[in-house]
């Protein structure tokens, strides 16, 4: 069945980088999209990025300078880095997916909660 | 980018009930706007498609509609199991955009 799970640290310092991983089964990196969406404690939901099914990455345009997305297609992983971590990016983390027939998130993982403070 | 404004913020209704919930586009975005629903701690889950397209295993008390710039989530005769946030989001152009949401809330 379709699953996607987010991984990551946990707690990063201010101006380091985050790095988080979604593994996915199920599916296909090579026919799905996948995006990452966060939402800050309390707050409603933002759309950060996504890595397409050919490879090409999108990003929000405010995060886009601190923004890299990149996939490992042989061991079903998408990979998102935040660089310059700001307090206000802490949050939970999601991957989803969507692909080129129909865009709306039909499969969620759990998410994962990162926490910025020193 | 396309802001999304859901109205009303907060929605305090009694089990039984029937609801609506806005959503307005700042532009016209045909029907590609979807619906989620998120209970607290929990994950996002889709609700209706494309404006009014059912989703498999939806109860059908939910139901969609709209198009351009106007969109309504219905729930028809809310349930206990229901009160939560949801969220509307375009799937139109990048970036994706969502609502900040609508907490529906036991009266």
């Known amino acids: 069945q379709v699953q996607l799970k987010e991984s990551g640290p946990g707690l990063v310092q201010p101006s380091q980088t985050l790095s988080l991983t979604c593994t996915v089964s199920?599916?296909?990196?090579?026919?799905?999209?996948v995006h990452w969406v966060r939402q800050p404690p309390g707050k409603g939901l933002e759309w950060v990025g996504r890595m397409r099914y050919n490879g090409d990455a999108s990003f929000n345009s405010p995060l886009k300078s601190r923004l890299s997305i990149s996939r490992d297609t042989s061991k079903n992983q998408v990979f998102l880095k935040v660089n310059s971590l700001q307090t206000d990016d802490t949050g939970t983390y999601y991957c989803?997916?969507?692909?080129?027939?129909?865009?709306?998130?039909?499969?969620w993982g759990p998410g994962t909660t990162v926490t910025v403070s020193s | 980018d396309i802001v999304l404004t859901q109205s009303p913020a907060t929605l305090s209704v009694t089990p039984g009930e029937s609801v609506s919930l806005s959503c307005r586009a700042s532009?016209?975005?045909?029907?590609?706007i979807h619906w989620y629903q998120q209970k607290s701690n929990e994950s996002p889950r889709l609700l209706i498609k494309y404006g009014s397209q059912s989703i498999s295993g939806i109860p059908s008390r939910f139901s969609g509609s709209g198009s351009g710039t106007d969109f309504t989530l219905s729930i028809n005769r809310v349930e206990s199991e229901d009160f939560s946030v949801y969220y509307c989001?375009?799937?139109?152009?990048?970036?994706?955009?969502f609502g900040a949401g609508t907490k529906l809330e036991l009266k």
């Open positions: 989803t997916r969507d692909n080129n027939y129909y865009w709306y998130f039909d499969f």
């Open positions: 532009q016209g975005i045909t029907t590609s």
């Open positions: 199920g599916f296909s990196l090579t026919s799905y999209n």
């Open positions: 989001q375009q799937s139109y152009s990048l970036p994706y955009t």
